[in-house]
């Protein structure tokens, strides 16, 4: 059975800093590793998706890595905003499509 | 194009009383699947549809909990009677197809508090 864990649960920085957020999972033959925002009372926005072919992907200030037979993957935050206070989770895609969501990491960005 | 619509945004019921949810997903997607949420936890699969028939419902207690897909579009998950930790987001999701390059694009969700 695939877990999904994400660490830190919380996470409190200064406008401007660089951040990263760790996600690891247990069962490597995945499809895909996504990340998703997810701001207070709202759905899922998926950020970033690495399919397992590949080590990285980029979207802005974003960069999302992928080590799958390790069974890791992290999401960098370049420069971070107030803008970006949010949860953010990771999700693995298995067989069936089904992903499997980690327990989110909550940032809080100060001015 | 529009995204996956669900309704009601929140709902607020007692224990033992029943609730439903619904979902509009993306047109043209085969796909559709319900999360629930519990506060402080990821979105966890509750049932997953393709077109109308039903490929995974592993994790949906069905002593309480049923969902349906007749027409292969719009869904529906009902919970009766509703328990407490029932309180949580239903998240609907819909994709174009079931393999794992396919993207799924999630609703707003519906907040259940069960009081």
């Known amino acids: 059975k695939q877990e999904v864990t994400q660490i830190p649960a919380a996470l409190s920085v200064p406008e401007g800093e660089n951040l990263v957020l760790n996600c690891s999972f247990t069962?490597?033959?995945?499809?895909?590793l996504q990340w998703f925002r997810q701001d207070p009372g709202k759905g899922l926005t998926s950020l970033l998706l690495?399919?397992?072919?590949?080590r990285e992907q980029t979207s802005g200030r974003l960069n999302a890595s992928l080590d799958k037979s390790s069974g890791r993957s992290t999401l960098y935050i370049a420069a971070s905003q107030p803008g970006d206070s949010a949860t953010y989770l990771c999700a693995v895609t298995g067989g069936g499509n089904k992903l499997t969501f980690g327990t989110g990491t909550q940032l809080k960005v100060e001015l | 194009e529009a995204g996956v619509a669900q309704s009601p945004r929140y709902k607020i019921i007692e224990k033992r009383q029943s609730v439903a949810f619904w979902c509009n997903p993306i047109?043209?997607?085969?796909?559709l699947y319900w999360y629930q949420q519990i506060l402080g936890q990821g979105p966890k699969l509750l049932i997953q549809f393709q077109n109308n028939g039903v490929v995974d419902d592993s994790q949906l207690p069905k002593d309480r909990f049923s969902a349906e897909r007749l027409k292969g579009v719009d869904s529906t998950l009902k919970i009766q009677p509703a328990k407490l930790e029932d309180s949580a987001v239903y998240l609907c999701?819909?994709?174009?197809?079931?393999?794992?390059?396919?993207?799924?694009?999630f609703g707003a969700g519906s907040r259940l508090t069960v009081l």
């Open positions: 047109s043209g997607h085969a796909t």
């Open positions: 690495i399919q397992s072919s590949q």
């Open positions: 069962d490597s033959a995945i499809y895909n």
């Open positions: 999701a819909s994709s174009s197809g079931s393999t794992g390059a396919n993207v799924l694009t």
